[in-house]
Each structure stands twice: as structure tokens, then as C-alpha cells.
């Protein structure tokens, strides 16, 4: 399995961006695909993720309100649609994958990573 994300980039404060995750080497339907995101000095956390088989979401509190998170199952990729930008949503974003719905908001859930994509938020 292979998973590519792309779609950061530098944003003013108030700005969008939205990423995109695709995964190749296997057609999911089941499992649960999320974002997490690290920035410089801290661990990894979690953003949001998404079930495969239904439009069930799952949001860190952080990031209610202001991210979206969808998916094309027909493309087998997910989105993240990023609005209201915050300088302290920069960080590099993870897309991941797991066959299962154990624990969505944990990395160690997690079977399959993607490279990471920088989103740089600047004040």
C-alpha cells in the first residue's frame, strides 16, 4: 500500500488549503483514513479521519469548525479541506490508512503512512 499526499503550501493567516491522500496497492473499503500532523519539537497528533464504508468523521477539537475532512471511495482518496488557517496549524500532515476502526484518533492504529506534506501558516 502507498499512500501520496500532496496539496501544503505557505498560507496566510485566514487562508485555505486543502490536501489530498491517495492510496494505491489496495482498494479499501473498509477501515478508516486520518490525518495527523507534527510540528517541529512535538509529537504527532491527531486532525481528523474518516471511515471508508460511511461518511462517519472524527475531529480533534482543534480543528472543528474549520476543517472538513471527505472522500472519493471511486478514487480511493481522501481530502482534507482546510479553511480559517491558523499559524499554529503549521506542520508537516500525515495521511494514514488501517483496515479496521480501532482508535481512529491513535497513530499506533495505524498500519500504512503517507510521506507528509508541509503547510506553513505565516501571521
Known amino acids: 500500500v502507498q499512500l501520496q499526499a500532496s496539496g501544503g503550501g505557505l498560507v496566510q493567516a485566514g487562508g485555505s488549503l486543502r490536501l489530498s491522500c491517495a492510496a494505491s496497492?489496495?482498494?479499501?473499503?473498509?477501515?478508516?483514513m486520518g490525518w495527523f500532523r507534527q510540528a517541529p519539537g512535538k509529537e504527532r497528533e491527531f486532525v481528523a479521519a474518516?471511515?471508508?464504508?460511511?461518511?462517519?468523521?472524527y475531529y480533534a477539537d482543534s480543528v472543528k469548525g474549520r476543517f472538513t475532512i471527505s472522500k472519493d471511495n471511486a478514487k480511493n482518496t481522501v481530502y482534507l479541506q482546510m479553511n480559517n488557517l491558523k499559524p499554529e496549524d503549521t506542520a508537516v500532515y500525515y495521511c494514514?490508512?488501517?483496515?479496521?476502526?480501532?482508535?481512529?484518533?491513535?497513530?499506533?492504529?495505524?498500519?500504512?503512512w503517507g510521506q507528509g506534506t508541509q503547510v506553513t501558516v505565516s501571521s
Open positions: 474518516i471511515r471508508w464504508s460511511a461518511a462517519f468523521t
Open positions: 494514514a490508512v488501517q483496515s479496521s476502526t480501532w482508535y481512529p484518533t491513535e497513530p499506533r492504529s495505524y498500519s500504512y
Open positions: 496497492g489496495r482498494t479499501f473499503s473498509t477501515g478508516v
